[in-house]
Structures are given as C-alpha cells and as structure tokens.
C-alpha cells in the first residue's frame, strides 16, 4: 500500500453531533508524509493537530483529537479509500455528523479522486496476539495478512440481541456494507447526555434511536449497530498511521477499548 492523497478540495457542512454547532468541512491535498491533519481555521494561529495516538484528548461517546471532536466516521472513510495524506480545515470544533455514518465522507473522497504519491506507507505486522479488555469488552487482534475484523455487541433488550458482522475490509465493500451504518443511542440517555453537553446536534435525522423495546427509527441493515462499530474501529485504527495486517476480535468494544488496542499495536511494533 502506497501513500495517498486527493486530486482536488471538496468540501461539506452540517451540524456537529456533540457540539450541535454549525461547521464547515474542507480535505485538501497533502504531501507526502503529511498524514492526516485538522486545521482549526477559527482560531487565532489556525492551530494544527494530526491525526495520531499521541493526541487523543478523549474517549467519550467518541474519539477526539485535542479541540477537535468525533473524528472516527471522517477517519474511518480516509482510512477505507486508503487516503493517507490530507489537510482538513474545520471553522468549528467537530466534523459534521451528516446522517451519523461516513456514506457522504466516502462520496467526498471518490469526487475528489485518489491518486496515489509512490511513497511506501508504513505497516504493522503482528508478531504474536494482542489481548486488550475492560470490565465490558475483550478484543483480541492476531496475525493475519490484511485487515479483518469480527466483531459482536450483546444487549439485554429483544428486539436488539446479539449482532456478529465479519468484515475482510476493502473500499468497495466498505462503501457498500459498512459506511452507511450510522451512530445509534437510546432515547432514555438524552437528557442526561445533554446535561454532560453531549448528543447536542443528535437527531432522527442523524441516529438511529432506540426505544425501551423497538427501534425508533427505520433500519439500513438489521444489523446496523454492529456495522456501525466497525466503522468506529477503523477510524480509531487509522490513528496508526499505517497499513494494519491483523485479524482484530471485539466483543462489546468501544472508543477506550480500540485506542488500547492501537496502542499495544504501536507499542509491538516499535519493539521488533
């Protein structure tokens, strides 16, 4: 896998999920070794952060880069068309949330073409497995060689269950199975979500809502919510910098779990 970036600028606004704030959204070509990088443009000295390990600030209800918020559905559609090298400059604090899945990142970066810059991109290579867990969740990631993920979620409601998706990921499929999954929450956590100052600009229109035994909004796939969790792993992984070569088990993984995960990752390869 080489090195990527855009042929061209295109660019997208809408409402925050969070921060319910009104934002623009504009990907600009890179060069080489840039990586993927956030540009406030709506602050003094137009502050940069990239897209790595090091600067995630938060885990909560999403993954954030410094000041900037809910960057997994935009990193997760780069990271699928294999875009490597990208400037993003935001005039807000959160990427907009669209419809809550990444279709429209992904039709951004197919109008903008890809076109590949003849720079080799790093890559992880498992040695031996990986085990990371909480009081929740367990992923384990072993060797393989391309990117696989099995994920499975557990509710204790109905009409939700167990989901299982397996997922050889691959642009093509991505935008077809994956990216389209959107966000989901129950409609019970809203007020207090809000009192956090979270779920602001969360709406029909950009979750799927669950209700105390239904779901309160029409489905794109029966198991939309699974999907939707690989989405998030693959814009958390992203944050690797690289090309991933592992087949990657979660059980009820979350934000916290996969940025533990991409860390012992890191950690093994930095140690070969």
């Not at 660019?11 to 990907?27: A, D, N, P, Q, Y």
């Not at 990371?132 to 979620?153: H, Q, T």
């Amino acid at each position: 896998m080489f090195q990527n970036t855009i042929k061209k600028e295109v660019s997208i606004s809408g409402i925050g999920l969070h921060t319910g704030k009104e934002v623009s959204i504009r990907f600009k070509p890179a060069e080489i070794g840039t990586g993927i990088v956030f540009v406030r443009i709506d602050k003094p000295g137009r502050p940069r952060v990239k897209a790595n390990l090091n600067n995630v600030s938060s885990t909560e209800r999403g993954t954030s880069l410094g000041k900037v918020y809910t960057v997994e559905h935009v990193l997760s559609a780069l990271h699928a068309l294999s875009v490597t090298n990208c400037e993003i400059e935001l005039d807000g604090p959160e990427p907009p949330a669209i419809d809550g899945s990444s279709r429209e990142y992904c039709n951004l970066m197919k109008r903008a073409g890809v076109i590949s810059q003849n720079a080799d991109l790093k890559k992880i290579n498992l040695r031996s497995p990986v085990i990371v867990r909480d009081k929740d969740g367990c992923v384990v990631a072993l060797p393989s060689d391309r990117l696989v993920v099995s994920f499975m979620i557990n509710y204790p409601f109905d009409f939700i269950g167990s989901q299982f998706y397996r997922f050889d990921l691959n642009s093509k499929k991505y935008i077809k199975w994956i990216a389209p999954a959107r966000t989901y929450g129950f409609l019970s956590e809203v007020p207090t979500l809000r009192r956090r100052r979270l779920a602001g600009g969360a709406s029909f229109k950009n979750t799927v809502v669950l209700g105390k035994d239904h779901y309160l909004t029409k489905l794109r796939f029966k198991d939309e919510l699974v999907r939707h969790k690989i989405l998030d792993l693959i814009g958390d992984l992203s944050l690797l910098g690289a090309e991933i070569n592992a087949h990657i088990i979660c059980i009820k993984s979350g934000h916290k779990l996969n940025i533990k995960l991409a860390k012992l990752l890191l950690r093994q390869a930095q140690h070969k």
